[in-house]
């Protein structure tokens, strides 16, 4: 092969490979913006359905912008049309939904810190079973024990409460937090809680001045992930309440499917927005957090 | 013949500049090592003579032939990682067959060159096992031999070894000499570690902050150090500095260290100036190994010091002892077999044929 | 006396981890497994309304098999998780692939892909029953495009309901596996890439022949998150079919419920509710098995 032969076969290399890949580069961007436009798709069609009004609804389609912003169903969803009884709207359910999230967020996730504190850092014989014991309960199926659950709430007379549903997800959310804490514990230098204990620290002291300070990632990944899943639910809500102690989910649930006269497609929309609105806003400011507890919720390690 | 030449590369990543124009020749068969301290752009220069990076501006020629933009596996190399690399869902024979049956290599050839390497490397026992079954040293065989089964033009090896033990490092060092010895295939072989760099190459490039300070054989990097950097970098310890002026004296060029008040000075001789000096007076630095002070005299270019020793560190085979030069800190490295005593006065001979004199401003040899 | 509270407080400050881990392990034992086995003891009763407690053999579990609709409801349950198995995983995988060229605005797109694992089925599901309607939903989008006989009325259509909440699920969640991929991709030490090109692996090749084999461990959790999704579904069934039409996409979260609270059957609910206790433990099992025997391993 003489050198002219062989800087021309480089030269053809070097050609093609710019086109396939060029071309390469094309399709690959086609599929990822068709996916994307699967994805978003739903979330235009309850915002523009949201803004129509209902014969603009009938004579528009899916996809064709509101003639104007008109913001009466959104009034409706959240704050009713003020006559009396049959009139269901989304602002004392959001409140419900409120008053359940805060503390059983905050119960779970500061069982889940002890208990992944010391599963860690104060480890005994047989506590990796004590972990297995408590992970397992992250995948069961809670119909399992929706049934005694249900029995349970109505002897300690919590039943068809905010309460009742704040004790249910504060105790089902405990593997979920314990997993999270436990992850992260892990990966923290035993050497650290040895310092603490010659210097003198003792339990307490150790996660609340040493350990503590420096979760707040876990701790943000956890809050975040409990929010999301407490607030979502629906099977717990429209199991143990139903009527003025219902969270929003379930009041969504029922305004959808109360079917009074003519369907309100509108308001509908905007009803789901306003149910979703707390979780997408979390999710679009921290959804680092959000993903990293999807994660390491199915990948442990 | 020049296997590869290298021509004004540079190379940016964002706004920091990782390579500055390098420029770089190895002739066929020739053992080259790129030698710096981590950052200093030998992988990045590595990984652009492999096509695995691209480059900003400058060209990379491989038997002359430009291959700037040619895709890694047409440019006829092969490489070992530090992590090795293996395919891990892959058994040892998958992994050194693959690169030959992406070229459409026949099954004779295939398995021809798989028997001949795996012999020649010891790891036919090893060919149905997966990576996760080997030990450190038993993957980097295979890593190896996955490289040679290709007979490429340049073998391109990075941190090779820097994931073993010390044993298993000093024992896989003989083994690629001696590959190297047998083969005569040119290598490019990056790493920070000055031991397996002066043992194993013929040309070291050593570099810093994206420069090559000094491209040289083995001993003259040792010897005739470029500039401080080169000189600090090789040998451990490294190269004393010591700070002072050069001046000129009626037919006699004289070291005033600092802080001696003119009265202690070195008279230099024998030493060959890169090029005739014409100031009177310089801030340099008196460079000698600590190998090159003596606890007797060994030959007529010795010059005999009495210094207060204030530190000795016994290491088995040797022992390593600071001085107190004037207030600057000169270490010594001597025998075990003698006794030295810390906080009193040694005679000591400085061998003045193995200096270096670096200039202060610049800190380039003089 | 102090002295028996000196060794009181000895014992304490000796066994504080176990106190403090006691009210999880409590907590967990009273209201998991020990409401599971509660379950499974009624399931051996003929309890209607209220939970009696003399046993009654495995009654139950015979009608349950015989139940008509807990029949559809497994048949659903099938059809349901093959379908969005395989979608979400194909999708997934395709995803995290491309995602992982070098994309421009890779932020952007992945935020999108994954944004309805932050909403709950019920939101999502209101919106696809409402893009799903036949009358004003997709069904009009084509008709004004210019297909003027397009017809597309799955979500009342007894035969093709199911597939519409296949749609949903798979849009709900095959970012969750896109994203699984993604981390397990950008995981793998990007040498291997680097020496599968001097190998002269194409592309398509340094996908399919190493990084692919190498996710196994993620398809295996992909597989058991998403098995362990499809049986536990109620919430999208309940927003947008409510089992209907009729009793064609029932599956087994919803018999389980209705049974028990609609029809007063508790001990037939406890039954379907064992059965798929079941059904998930022998999935996970292996799971939490193979986990933590790698962790032990590392």
Redesign the interface.
Known sequence: MSDNTTIASYKRLEDRSKITNLL?RWF??F??IL??S??????Y??LV?AFKTMPE??Q????TWPSQLNFESWAVAWGGRGYGAGDTFLRPYFWNSIKMVVPAVFFSTF??A??G???TK?R?KGD?W?F??????C???????????A?TLGVLGISNSILGLVVVHS??G??FT?LFFRNYYVSIPNELIKAARIDGAG?FKIFFKILLPISTPIIVVTVIWQF?QI?????FG??FSFGEAAPI?VA??NM??SSTSVKE?NV??A???I??FP??I???LA?KY??RG??SG???? | MIALKIQDLSKNFGSTEVLKKINLKIDEGNFLVLLGPSGCGKSTLL?II???ETIDEGTVFIDDYDVSKV???DRN???V???Y??????SVKENMV??LK??KASKEKIEEQLKKFSNFLHVDELLNRKPSQLSGGQRQRVAIG?ALV?EPRIFLF?EPLSNLDAKLRVEMRREIKKLHQKLKTTVVYVTHDQTEAMSLGTNIAIMNHGIIQQYDTPENIYNKPNNTFVADFIGSPPMNLISGQLVKEANKTLFIPEGSGQSNNITIKNYNFVKTQDENSKDVYFGIRPEHIHYKKTNDNDIEFNLKTDLNEYIGHEQITTFNYFNQEVLGKFPSTIKIETNKEMKLFFDLSQISIFDKKTNNRI | MAFLLFFMLKWLEKN???I??A???G??SW??Y???L??FY?SFTNSKIL?KYELWGVGQYVKLWKTHKWLIAVDNLLIFTVLFLIICIV?GV??AI??D?K?RAEGV????????????????G??????LNPT???Q??F??MGFENFTFDWLVNREMAIYTIVIAGV?QSS??VM??FL??LRSI?D??V????????S?F?VYW??LI??M???FF??FV?LV?IS??S??LI??LT?GGPGISTTM??LF??QT??HKSQ?AL??A???M??MA?AAV?IPY?YS??RR?NV?
């Open positions: 390469l690959l961007y599929i990822l996916f994307a699967y994805f978003i798709f739903p979330l069609v309850m359905t609804i009938r528009g389609n899916l996809l069982i889940g002890m208990t504190y010391v599963l104060w005994f990796s004590v297995l014991f408590l992970l397992f309960g995948f069961i199926p809670y119909q399992a024990i929706l049934l005694p659950m029995r105790i089902y405990i593997p314990t339990f999301t607030w979502n639910d629906f099977l429209a199991t989910q969504l649930n959808v499917l497609y509908d929309m009803s789901a927005i149910a979703g979780t997408l979390v999710y679009v959804g959000f993903i999807l994660t199915a990948v442990k390690g | 990984n492999a096509g695995l895709e890694p596996k190399i092969a490489m990682f530090q992590s690399a293996l395919y891990p869902s892959m693959f690169g992406q070229a996955r290709r990075d | 504080l981890p176990k403090v881990l009210p999880a392990v907590l967990i209201f998991i020990g409401f599971i509660w379950t009624i939970p999708i395709i995803l491309f995602l060229q994309i797109l992945r935020t999108v892909y994954l944004y309805p694992m932050a909403l709950s089925f019920i939101v999502t209101t919106a696809w029953k409402w893009i004003l939903g997709i009009k989008l008709i004004d849009w970012g969750f994203a699984l981390a397990g030490d040498e291997i680097k020496a599968a090109k001097i190998d002269g692996a592309l090749t022949k190493i084999p190498m196994r461990p993620v959790t992909s998150i362990h049986i536990k109620y919430d309940v927003a409510q087994p979260a389980m419920t028990a609270f508790v609910s406890a379907s509710a064992i798929m206790f998930v996970i939490l986990e933590l962790e590392r």
